[in-house]
C-alpha cells in the first residue's frame, strides 16, 4: 500500500513537484501515522513536501501522531511552526475583508467579535459568516457551537464538570472557588482542571485564577446548561466565593446569589457593592447597583425598603438626576414614616429639601423643612435636627436671605458641636463662611473658610471641599486677586472631578471661565461657560444653571453680541428669580448695562430701582446693581441722586476691600465728577482705578477708565493726552475683542485728526 501510494504521488506530480496539504491530523490513526512518515522520508528521494495542521491540544504524548513527528524530527525531517491567535489588528482586517466596511455601531459590534473570539480565525469566520447568514452578533453560529462541544466532550467527566463551574463563574475564577464547587476528591478536581488547561479550553491567569482560552468556548459550555443547573451552580459559587470576600467582589456575590434564587444575600452584597462604589466616587455604578437592589426589595418590610431606596434617590442625585431622586428621596420619607423610624425621616427630609433646591425650588424646601422642625421638640439635639438647620443654611443663601442663612448655621453648628458630629460641623461652617461673606464681612468669612478647609481635606470630604473653596474664593474675588480665585477654583474643579457630580463641575467651571473673563482671556472664558452651558442643557441641572447663563451673557455684553447677550440674561432672570438670588442680581444689573448701552437708561433704571428697593422681596446690599442704578441715574442727568448713592457704597467697599466693587463705583464717581466739571476729583477716581485695575490684573475695566481718562483730557481742550489715553484702551479693547469699545474709540480718533487738520 505504501508504495502504491508513492508510486501515485510521483505520477500526478508536475515539474516542480507536489505539495501534499493534509488537515484535523489530531484525527489521524496509527496506520495513517506510519504512512505519513515514510511519504515524509520518500520525499527526500522524489519531489514532495507536506504540510500537515492539527489541533495540540487533542493529542498526548503517546498518541502515534507525536511519536512518529518526534522521529522525523529526530531526523531533521520536520518543522513545527505554532500557529497563534491573530494579532487585533490582523483579526480586524480578517473580519473587513469578510463583513465589509462597516458603520460605527458595526465597528463596535467588530470590536467585541474580536475580543469573543480571541482572534481565532476560525472562530472569526464562523462568527462572520454567522452574522452574513443573519445570525444575530451575540449568538454563537451552529459550526462553532458543534466544533466546541465535539472538544468538550473528548474530555474526562471531571474536566467537563470543571468546565460548567468555570463557565457559570464568569470570564475569571479561582482555583478555590472551582475545587470548593466541584466536590470531588481534591486530585480528581486538579487533574480536571489540568485537564481543561491542556485541552486549550482554559487557561492560567495570575493568582491561582482560570479563565476561558475564549469567550466563544466559555458561551456554548455555559448554554449548554439546563435552568436548574445553571441556579444550583451560581448559589453554589456564591457560596464559596463568599468567605473573605470584600466590597470589591460584593457586585459579582449579588450577581451570583441573584441569579442562584438567594435574593436576600443578593440584596446584602448589592448593597455593599453600590456602597463600595459611592466611596470611590463611581456613581454610574452606584446607580446601578441600588437600581438594582431596589428591585431585589421589593417584598421586603417598609424599614429595609426605605434604606434601600434611599440610597438609590442620593445616587440619582449625585448624578444630577434631580426629578428622579426627588422621587424615590419622598418614597424613603414615607416608608420610614410608616415603619416610624422619625429620626431618619428627619433626615430624608434634609435630602428633599436640598434636592428641591438643586432643581431651581428653595422656597419649598425651605416650607418643607421649617414644617418638620415645628413639628420638632423645642430640646430636640437629634442629628437630624442638625442636619437640618445646615439644609435650611443653604436653601436661605440660595434665596438671598443672608441673615437667616447665618443664624440657621450658628444653630446647626452648636448642635453638632453637642453632639459631636464633626462632619456636620464643618458642613455648618462651611454655611456659615458663605453667610458672612454674602452679607460683605470677608475678613470673617475668610478666617472661618480657612480655619476649617484643613479639616475637611484632612477628613477627605471631597463633597464638601468644592463648595467651600468657591465660597473662599468669591472673597479672593472680591478682594481682587483673581490669581488667588483661580488657584482655589482650580482645587475645588479637582474636588468636584473626583466626586463625580456633573452640576458641580460645570458649575466650578463656569467659575473659572468668570475668572478668565476678568483677567482678560475672553476666549478661554467663552469655551468653559460654553461647556458649563451644555450641561445645563444635556442635563437639567437648574440650581447652578443662572449663575453660567449670566456670566456668558455678560461676555457677550463686553464683545458687542448685544442679542446674545440680551437672550442668556433673560433667561438667567427668569430661572434664577426664586432660586439663585446671587445669579439674579449679577444677570439684573448685566441687563441694566445692556439698557444704558443701547441708549435706555429709563428702563435700566426701572429695572433696578423694583430690584434695589424691596419691591420684589428681598433687596440687594450688593454693589452690582446699586453702581448700575447710579449710571442709570446719571445718564437721566439726575446726578445728586447718583451721588448720594455712590458715595457710602465706595466707604463701604473700602471698609470691607471690596476691590471688585470698588473700581466700578469709582468709575461712576468719576463720571460723576467730571459732569460737574470737578475735574481733579474725577481724575483722582480714575487714577485710582487704573492703579487697582493693573493689579489685579482686570484690562477690560483698565480701557474703560483709560477711554473716560481720554473723553475727559478732551473736554479740558488737551487734545494730545486724550488721544494717548484713547490709543492705549484701544490696544487693550482690541486684544479683548470688545467690539463697541473699539467703533467708538476710532471713531473718536478719527474725528480728532479731522479737527487736528481742520
Known amino acids: ?147 466546541v462541544r465535539q472538544r468538550v466532550a473528548h474530555c474526562s467527566a471531571n474536566a467537563q464538570t470543571i468546565l460548567r463551574i468555570a463557565a457559570v463563574a464568569g470570564r475569571s475564577v479561582s482555583r478555590s472557588v472551582l475545587l470548593s464547587v466541584a466536590k470531588m476528591e481534591e486530585q480528581g478536581a486538579l487533574a480536571g482542571l489540568d485537564e481543561a488547561c491542556s485541552a486549550g479550553l482554559l487557561t492560567p491567569a495570575a493568582g491561582h485564577t482560570y479563565r476561558f482560552f475564549h469567550d466563544v468556548i466559555r458561551e456554548v459550555v455555559e448554554a449548554d446548561l439546563g435552568p ?132 431651581g425650588r428653595p422656597r419649598e424646601g425651605i416650607a418643607r423643612i421649617q414644617q418638620r422642625i415645628a413639628y420638632s421638640p423645642r430640646e430636640d439635639h437629634s442629628q437630624s435636627m442638625a442636619v437640618l438647620h445646615v439644609t435650611l443654611a443653604g436653601l436661605f443663601w440660595s434665596t438671598g436671605q443672608y441673615d437667616q442663612q447665618f443664624a440657621a448655621a450658628e444653630l446647626a453648628a452648636e448642635l453638632a458641636r453637642i453632639r459631636a458630629d464633626d462632619r456636620v460641623l464643618l458642613r455648618a461652617e462651611v454655611r456659615r463662611g458663605q453667610a458672612l461673606r454674602s452679607l460683605g464681612r470677608y475678613e470673617e468669612a475668610q478666617r472661618v473658610l480657612e480655619q476649617n478647609i484643613p479639616a475637611i481635606e484632612a477628613a477627605g470630604d471631597l463633597e464638601l471641599l468644592a463648595p467651600a473653596l468657591d465660597s473662599l474664593s468669591i472673597v479672593y474675588l472680591a478682594a481682587g486677586e483673581f490669581h488667588h480665585e483661580a488657584l482655589h477654583l482650580r482645587r475645588g474643579l479637582e474636588a468636584a472631578q473626583q466626586v463625580g457630580d456633573p452640576s458641580i463641575v460645570a458649575f466650578m467651571a463656569s467659575k473659572l471661565g468668570q475668572n478668565a473673563y476678568y483677567q482678560g482671556e475672553w476666549n478661554r472664558a467663552r469655551e468653559y461657560l460654553e461647556k458649563a452651558i451644555s450641561v445645563v442643557r444635556t442635563s437639567g441641572a437648574v440650581w447652578f444653571a443662572p449663575y453660567t447663563l449670566g456670566a456668558l451673557g455678560g461676555l457677550f455684553l463686553a464683545t458687542g453680541d448685544w442679542k446674545d447677550a440680551a437672550e442668556y440674561l433673560e433667561e438667567s432672570i427668569t430661572i434664577s428669580s426664586d432660586a439663585a438670588f446671587q445669579a439674579l442680581e449679577n444677570s439684573q444689573s448685566l441687563m441694566g448695562i445692556l439698557e444704558i448701552s443701547e441708549g435706555r437708561p429709563e428702563a435700566a433704571l426701572a429695572r433696578l430701582q423694583r430690584f434695589t428697593d424691596g419691591s420684589r422681596g428681598q433687596p440687594s446690599n450688593s454693589v452690582g446693581p446699586r453702581w448700575v442704578l447710579a449710571w442709570s441715574l446719571l445718564e437721566l442727568g439726575n446726578d445728586h441722586t447718583a451721588a448720594v448713592i455712590v458715595a457710602p457704597e465706595i466707604a463701604r467697599a473700602r471698609a470691607e476691600n471690596d476691590q471688585l466693587g470698588l473700581v466700578h463705583l469709582l468709575w461712576i464717581h468719576a463720571l460723576i465728577a467730571a459732569r460737574q466739571a470737578r475735574w481733579a476729583d474725577a481724575e483722582g477716581a480714575l487714577a485710582e482705578v487704573l492703579t487697582i485695575t493693573r493689579r489685579m490684573p482686570y484690562p477690560y475695566h483698565e480701557a474703560r477708565a483709560l477711554e473716560t481718562y481720554g473723553s475727559m483730557q478732551a473736554q479740558q481742550g488737551d487734545r494730545s493726552a486724550a488721544r494717548q489715553s484713547w490709543v492705549e484702551a484701544l490696544v487693550i479693547f482690541e486684544r479683548l475683542g470688545a467690539r463697541p469699545y473699539i467703533e467708538r474709540i476710532e471713531r473718536n480718533l478719527a474725528e480728532d485728526e479731522i479737527r487736528n487738520h481742520l
Open 1 to 147: 500500500m505504501r508504495a502504491a501510494v508513492i508510486r501515485f504521488l510521483r505520477n500526478i506530480s508536475g515539474p516542480a513537484g507536489l505539495l501534499l496539504v493534509l488537515d484535523d491530523l489530531q484525527w489521524a490513526g496509527a496506520d495513517a501515522c506510519d504512512l505519513l512518515a515514510t511519504l515524509v522520508r520518500t520525499a527526500t528521494h522524489i519531489p514532495l513536501r507536506v504540510i500537515g495542521a492539527y489541533r495540540d491540544t487533542e493529542l498526548g504524548a503517546s498518541h502515534a501522531f507525536e511519536v512518529a513527528t518526534a522521529n522525523l524530527g529526530r531526523a531533521e525531517l520536520v518543522t513545527v511552526i505554532p500557529l497563534r491567535p491573530l494579532h487585533r489588528e490582523d483579526a480586524a482586517v480578517l473580519l473587513r475583508e469578510l463583513l465589509g466596511h462597516r458603520t460605527d455601531a458595526e465597528h463596535l459590534m467588530e470590536e467585541q467579535i474580536i475580543e469573543r473570539t480571541g482572534g481565532v480565525p476560525f472562530f472569526l469566520v464562523s462568527c462572520a459568516q454567522g452574522i452574513r447568514a443573519g445570525v444575530g452578533d451575540s449568538e454563537v453560529p451552529w459550526s462553532l457551537t458543534q466544533s
Open 228 to 359: 436548574e443547573q445553571r441556579t444550583r451552580l451560581h448559589a453554589l459559587i456564591g457560596l464559596a466565593m463568599e468567605e473573605g470576600a470584600g466590597p470589591e467582589r460584593a457586585a459579582v456575590l449579588a450577581w451570583h446569589f441573584s441569579q442562584g434564587d438567594k435574593a436576600e444575600r443578593a440584596l446584602q452584597y448589592s448593597l455593599m457593592a453600590g456602597d463600595h462604589a459611592v466611596s470611590v466616587f463611581a456613581n454610574d455604578e452606584a446607580e446601578q447597583h441600588f437600581r438594582w437592589a431596589t428591585e431585589l426589595a421589593v417584598d421586603a418590610d417598609p424599614s429595609r425598603r426605605a434604606q434601600v431606596v434611599e440610597k438609590y434617590g442620593l445616587a440619582l442625585r449625585a448624578l444630577a438626576r434631580y426629578d428622579e431622586a426627588l422621587y424615590w428621596l419622598e418614597e424613603a420619607a414615607r416608608l420610614q414614616h410608616t415603619a416610624g423610624n422619625a429620626e431618619i425621616e428627619g433626615l430624608l427630609i434634609a435630602h428633599i429639601g436640598q434636592v428641591l433646591g438643586d432643581l
